[in-house]
Structures are given as C-alpha cells and as structure tokens.
C-alpha cells in the first residue's frame, strides 16, 4: 500500500469516527467521491488502524449482569451482545466481542491508573482483548505474566499476549520464562525455584489486576488426549492457570495442576481477578468458576450468561468463597459520575 493511500484511509476514519462526519461530509472535506470513502474506511478496518468501543449494555444484557453480579457476589460484570435477530455470530465473533468489551474495561482502568500493574493470563480471548485495545500512552504502566510463557500456539503464547499490551500501551513487559506445563512435578519444583521465574511470579503476585481466560478439557493443547480421559474421570470441568475445577467450583489437586508453572489459585483469592470468557462450550467450566469465588468480574456474552445463569448458586456460598476480597478501585465514569469501574 502506497503512503498517500495509507494517510488518506487514516484522515477519513478520524474524521467519520472522531468528528462524528458522515461519508457525504467527509467526501465534501477531503474532494474525493462518496464511493472511494466507503472504500476508505473499509480499508482503514482491513489494516486493524480502528479501534471500536461501544459503551453501555442492552437491556437484556444489563438485566443479565445485575443478576450474574447478585448471585455470584460479582463486583462488576460486562454482558456483550452475542447474536443479531436470532442468528448466531460465530466462533471468531465472540471472540472479538469478548474482545471489545474487556478492551474497553481495560482502556478505562488504564486511563485512571497509569502506574499500575496487570497480571495477565493466556489464550485467544486474552488475544483478542490486546488486538482491540487502541493505543495509550501508559509507559508507567506493567504487564506481568502470571503462567509459564512457553507453549505451542503462538495465538495462546503468554509472551506474545504481554508484548502486545506493552506495545499499545508503551508500558513494560514481563514474562516467565518456563513452559506451561513441564514433564513432572520435580521439574516443576526446581524451574519454580529459578531465580529469573521466582522474580516474575513474584511480580505477578502483587498486579493490581488479574485478567484470566476460563478453559475446559477441549481446547488446551497442552493437554493430550489420554490426560483429557484422567482429568474428566476425576470430575473436573475447568481449567484455570493449568488448575482444575470440578462443578461445584472446589480445586481438584492432581498430578498435571502440581506441573503448571503458575500463579497458585490460592493466591488470586482476595485480589481483583477478572474472568474473559465465552462460548457454550465454556458454560460449566466458567460457572464452576464463579462457584470457586475467585473472580471480582466477569466479561461475557448474552448467551453464555443466560446459560450461566439457568443453574444457580446460592449467594451466600459464593459470598462464602469470596470473603476478604478487595473492592475494585474506583474510577471517573463518562457521564462524571464516580462508580466503580463499569458497574
């Protein structure tokens, strides 16, 4: 693509998106015909240079979320919408509305804290959120991984997630240099104790955010399939940090948890997490989650939550499990009120 071609993409975004112009308005402001404009923009989309925040929930997706915050003892929680006129959106537009949306909570949590810290996890979801986050100057800003940076997917890699949180944001990277998974639980205890993998968990330790995606025995591929056969036996649904959980929401400890370098679960209680999941083959394994009461938040889809939602919890269990946990820091909203973030 040629330079001009390139400024001129740019130059007809900012002013249909920033200045609120419509394409016959900026047709007029730039001389070119209404039809290159639409290409313009279009072009602009192809080369990922817009950045699209929608603010507000729709009113299901807000009844949704005051009852997933109810129920689940939630701090916050962000309901995306999942489908247009009945018809299903598809795989990878959940994920770029799971993405928008967590983008959006982050962009704003960063706006009013340039000096913080965030634990980051891992995965398409966690992927999508930085491919939608636009550019923000935050160099005081920290991304920490909070798991082994070594996998097999470059999509799902821990590092390449950081790197690209630190690159929108001009903020510092840091990621642990040890695989997700290593071959047996001795191994797992000496990298652990390498200086270089004990000094970024313990940064992971104190982010002043957690942000995590949810997994089940499908789509880890770091788990084969004979390990996929053992864990299912042991009633386990969801994965967290290469941890497990059964439907009730309890830790299921076993062999493979005890190989993950990461995070221990236990040491997210209490904190600020936020989960980052959809899917309806999430469903069980991102209740189990909210069940465990490790999260503050959740960011969803309208269908996931209905499904969430269909076998409750009852609040005082979740309330049990989440005892002790830190409110979420509050913030300036856009109307100027001062709320909590996103709530």
């Avoid at 419509?22 to 279009?42: F, M, P, T, Y």
């Avoid at 817009?50 to 997933?68: D, H």
Wanted: charged share 25%; with cysteine.
């Amino acid at each position: 693509m040629e330079a001009p071609e390139a400024s001129l993409a740019i130059r007809a975004a900012w002013l249909y998106y920033v200045h609120g112009l419509n394409q016959a308005e900026v047709a007029d402001r730039l001389g070119i015909s209404r039809v290159k404009v639409h290409r313009l923009i279009a072009l602009a989309h192809q080369q990922n240079w817009v950045k699209v925040f929608v603010e507000g929930s729709t009113a299901e997706g807000l009844a949704l979320e005051q009852s997933a915050k109810q129920i689940f003892n939630l701090q916050f929680c962000s309901v995306a919408p999942s489908d247009v006129d009945g018809l299903a959106l598809g795989p990878e537009a959940g994920f770029r509305s799971l993405g928008a949306a967590a983008a959006l909570y982050l962009h704003q949590y960063l706006e009013h804290h340039p000096k913080c810290s965030i634990g980051v996890g891992h995965g398409r979801t966690l992927a999508a959120v930085a491919d939608a986050l636009p550019k923000i100057s935050r160099p005081q800003s920290q991304f920490v991984s909070i798991l082994g940076s070594l996998t097999r997917r470059s999509t799902a890699n821990p590092f390449d997630v950081i790197n690209r949180f630190a690159e929108r944001t001009g903020g510092a990277g840091y990621f642990v240099p040890a695989p997700f998974f290593v071959d047996s639980v001795d191994d797992a205890e000496v990298l652990r104790g390498q200086r270089v993998v004990k000094s970024v968990l313990e940064l992971a330790r104190k982010t002043d955010l957690v942000l995590i995606g949810i997994g089940n025995l499908k789509n880890r591929p770091a788990i084969y399939e004979s390990e996929r056969r053992a864990l299912a036996a042991l009633g386990i649904v969801g994965e967290i940090l290469g941890q497990f959980l059964d439907r009730e929401g309890r830790t299921v400890h076993c062999d493979m948890a005890q190989r993950s370098i990461s995070l221990r679960l236990e040491e997210l209680r209490g904190r600020t997490v936020i989960g980052i999941a959809g899917g309806p083959d999430k469903v069980d394994a991102i209740r189990a989650t909210l069940r465990s009461g490790l999260l503050s938040g959740l960011i969803t889809d309208e269908t996931t939550a209905r499904a969430i939602l269909e076998q409750k919890t009852p609040r005082s269990a979740a309330a049990k499990r989440a005892r002790g946990r830190k409110p979420l820091p509050p913030v300036i909203r856009s109307d100027g009120n001062r709320s909590t973030l996103g709530r």
